[in-house]
């Protein structure tokens, strides 16, 4: 008789585990993209896809978000936090290529997101760390190749590294386009 209690009691617990997932998963492939900062806030779009500066080859698909230094990063979908590095210190030009800081999230869709230029020692998430959108990942900064210009680069990538080949993002701000430069975006994401 214990025998067939404790087999039930695995059973009932793989079954509702089961629906959790399912629901985290519906919930997760459902939800869009966002922009990466907090709802209300508007910035502007200083590098597109394709743009002249750095955005040709694996980046062609990206955007940089001219957000101050330490304004807040937030995740623009649900996912797990695959990669992130923080200990980047430096600024300025191709020489600081390696000295960016970010965070990857994988998504659902079988792509990540990828925020790059966090600022030193601001990365507040882990590895493997399950977040939301709209979770709060860390402050903007201008670790890397920015030329000391504190911005955000955003990019919708191919799973499988901590940078990969980009591919386009359209944010639910603004669906079915690609932001132009210069204009300015209001963030919905809470």
């Given amino acids: 008789m214990h025998r067939n209690s404790t087999h039930r009691h695995l059973v009932l617990a793989a079954v509702a585990l089961t629906l ?11 939800a869009g993209y966002r922009l990466p900062w907090k709802a209300g806030r508007s910035y502007s779009v200083t590098q597109n896809w394709n743009g002249s500066f750095s955005h040709t080859g694996s980046m062609h698909y990206a955007y940089d978000f ?52 966090l600022g030193y020692q601001a990365v507040y998430v882990y590895v493997n760390q399950w977040v939301n959108r709209g979770q709060f990942l860390g ?47 209001q963030s919905q994401n809470q």
């Fill in 20 to 30: 959790l997932l399912s629901s985290l998963v519906s919930t997760s492939a459902e």
């Fill in 66 to 117: 001219a957000l101050p230094e330490r304004t807040a990063v937030y995740a623009a979908n649900y996912g797990w936090v695959t990669h992130i590095k923080k200990n980047g210190n430096a600024c300025g030009g191709q020489e600081r290529v390696n000295d960016a800081n970010y965070v990857v999230i994988k998504h659902f869709d079988g792509k990540s997101t990828l925020y790059l230029h």
């Fill in 139 to 185: 402050w903007s900064g201008n670790t890397g190749w920015t030329e000391c210009n504190s911005h955000i680069h955003f990019q919708l990538q191919k799973q499988g590294g901590w940078f990969t080949q980009s591919l386009p993002i359209y944010f639910d701000e603004e669906p079915n386009i690609e932001l132009e430069v210069g204009t300015y975006y």
